[in-house]
């Protein structure tokens, strides 16, 4: 008992001595304050800006819409806001969590100028289709084929990331639409992945929690090297 007693008693002094000498009191107090973050009090959502992953709004479930506020002008105007993001940030798929809501609520958007700049080869090969805007409240989806697809994906709340996610090949959801009215939408390939993507939106997931880590990269992470940063060596 003592042995041991000693044993831990001498670490803990050496990892003292190591403290002392390793960090600050300032770099600690900095660590620590990775815990105790709090956001801004003026800060309120709906933001004209997308939240980035730390963001405990991105890690929450988020909750169904009370059918009854769907008419209200302010639902509405929130509805229009999601929109005016998703155009801002250039995106395809935008769920309301990632501007601070967390309300089951996302828009998918892919315009026929967007998918003209893929190569035709993509296109084909990843079944890239247009898709009219189309707001989806409360939904809930249904694999309908199971088999996966590997691609890389991005999300405008992991800015300038990339990695390969397996998502499967369609799914079908049942919603309602901006004005309350239930319908069903069923899509392969590349919007069955948006759709999917932003259904974890609001579970509070992020492709991060699928993607095979080791593809995970920073998309310009060779622009680094046009900056003329070398270091002359004397
Ligand atoms: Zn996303």
Known sequence: MSRY?????????NMQKCS??????????KFLSIYYRVKPESAKPPYNFICQVGDPVLRQKAAPIDTKIIQTQEFQNTVDHLHKMLRKYDTVG???????????LFVIELREDSVNEVHPFF????????CPLTYFINPKLE????????????????NCYHAEVARPLEVEIKALNRFGEPFCWREKGWLARIAHHEMDHLKG????????????????W??????KRNVVIN
Do not use: H
Request: proline share 7%; aromatic share 12%; charged share 20%.
């Open 123 to 130: 296109q084909k090969t990843c079944n890239i289709v247009p």
């Open 94 to 104: 935008l769920a309301a969590p990632q501007i601070g809501l967390p309300w089951q």
């Open 143 to 158: 694999i309908i084929n199971p088999e996966e697809d590997i691609m890389f994906e991005t999300c405008a709340s992991i």
């Open 5 to 13: 007693s000693n044993i831990i008693s001498g670490r803990v002094k």
């Open 222 to 227: 060779e622009k680094t090297y046009n900056k």
């Open 205 to 220: 997931l992020l492709y991060t929690d699928r993607m095979f880590p080791l593809t995970f990269d920073y998309i310009d």
């Open 20 to 29: 002392v000498r390793s960090f600050s009191f300032r770099s600690i107090i």
